[in-house]
C-alpha cells in the first residue's frame, strides 16, 4: 500500500505563487511516474503536470510556462511550483502516484490541497 501526502496549498492574490509538495511512502518498489491533478467545482478532474520515472514532463497547456514539475527521488517527493496564478486556477488539487508492485501497476491519490486565488 501507498500513502501520498499532500501540503502546500492556501489562498494567494493573483499574480502570486505556491508551491504544491507530495510525499510518498509505503510499499513502493518503483515510481513510474507522479502527477498533479486539479478539480474544480462541477468539473471532472483535470491533469496539470505529470515527471516520468526518466525526468520527461508533460504538461496542460493552460499552465505551461506558468507551472513546473519537480521531484525529489531521494524523498519520494514530487513538487508543483505555481507562478503567475490565476483565479481560474482555483481548484483542489490532487497529487497522484503510478507505482510497480510486482508485474502490476497502481495509482495512487493524495487527499487534495486546496488552492484558491483571489482576483
Known amino acids: 500500500q501507498v500513502q501520498l501526502v499532500e501540503s502546500g496549498g492556501g489562498l494567494v492574490q493573483a499574480g502570486g505563487s505556491l508551491r504544491l509538495s507530495c510525499a510518498a511512502s509505503?510499499?513502493?518498489?518503483?515510481?513510474?511516474?507522479m502527477g498533479w491533478y486539479r478539480q474544480a467545482p462541477g468539473k471532472q478532474r483535470e491533469l496539470d503536470a505529470a515527471?516520468?520515472?526518466?525526468?520527461?514532463?508533460n504538461y496542460a497547456d493552460s499552465v505551461k510556462g506558468r507551472f513546473t514539475i519537480s521531484r525529489d527521488n531521494a524523498k519520494n517527493t514530487v513538487y508543483l511550483q505555481m507562478n503567475s496564478l490565476k483565479p481560474s486556477d482555483t481548484a483542489v488539487y490532487y497529487c497522484?502516484?503510478?507505482?510497480?508492485?510486482?508485474?502490476?501497476?497502481?495509482?495512487?491519490w493524495g487527499q487534495g490541497t486546496r488552492v484558491t486565488v483571489s482576483s
Open positions: 497522484n502516484a503510478n507505482v510497480g508492485a510486482g508485474s502490476s501497476w497502481y495509482d495512487y
Open positions: 509505503g510499499s513502493i518498489f518503483r515510481i513510474n511516474a
Open positions: 515527471i516520468t520515472s526518466d525526468g520527461s514532463t
